[in-house]
């Protein structure tokens, strides 16, 4: 092939007017020993297209993800506890509780024991309500304090 013909295709090449026909020509020139010394540094370039072109992808794929292996032991766990769940209240025995008295139970023989009961219930309710109402004590001093310094 005559070399001014190949620099002119290079030309057209690297301008991106080249038709098929012409790379292939451009191809096959470059992948011969008997390269011109001044056009030698575009051989690699034409050999890796050819290279390239003979290299097949093989995918390799893994059937089985790490994520798909952390779902799995989570459904296992899952599944484990669930399984204990229901052993456990088939076998639970409301026999072996320890028996409660009425008064533990809310119910009472005579509406005097309930009065009373009721009564202890409303004194205990009154005393915390009373320690509360101390703490609010501070905060209406507060606010006072506050409405003077602001003068609102």
Same mark, same amino acid.
């Given at each position: 092939?005559?070399?001014?013909?190949?620099?002119?295709?290079?030309?057209?090449? /690297?301008?991106?007017?080249?038709?098929?026909?012409?790379?292939?020509?451009?191809?096959?020139? /470059?992948?011969?020993?008997?390269?011109?010394?001044?056009?030698?540094?575009?051989?690699?370039?034409?050999?890796?297209?050819?290279?390239?072109?003979?290299?097949?992808?093989? *995918? &390799?794929?893994?059937?089985?993800?790490?994520?798909?292996?952390?779902?799995?032991?989570?459904?296992?766990?899952?599944?484990?506890?669930?399984?204990?769940?229901?052993?456990?209240?088939?076998?639970?025995? *409301?026999?072996?509780? *320890?028996?409660?008295?009425?008064?533990?139970?809310?119910?009472?023989?005579?509406?005097?024991?309930?009065?009373?009961? &009721?009564?202890?219930?409303?004194?205990?309710?009154?005393?915390?309500?009373?320690?509360?109402?101390?703490?609010?004590?501070?905060?209406?001093?507060?606010?006072?304090?506050?409405?003077?310094?602001?003068?609102?």
């Amino acid at each position: 092939m005559e070399l001014a013909k190949i620099e002119q295709l290079l030309e057209k090449y /690297f301008e991106g007017e080249t038709t098929i026909a012409e790379e292939i020509q451009l191809k096959q020139y /470059f992948s011969t020993e008997q390269v011109a010394a001044h056009l030698e540094h575009y051989k690699p370039l034409f050999g890796y297209f050819s290279a390239e072109k003979e290299e097949q992808f093989t *995918p &390799t794929l893994s059937l089985k993800t790490k994520k798909q292996i952390t779902v799995a032991r989570i459904a296992f766990a899952a599944s484990l506890v669930f399984l204990v769940g229901i052993i456990t209240f088939i076998n639970y025995s *409301p026999n072996n509780q *320890p028996q409660q008295t009425n008064a533990e139970l809310g119910s009472f023989e005579s509406p005097e024991e309930a009065f009373e009961e &009721t009564h202890k219930a409303l004194a205990l309710l009154s005393e915390k309500v009373n320690i509360g109402m101390e703490s609010v004590k501070y905060i209406n001093e507060y606010e006072n304090s506050k409405n003077l310094i602001f003068k609102k």
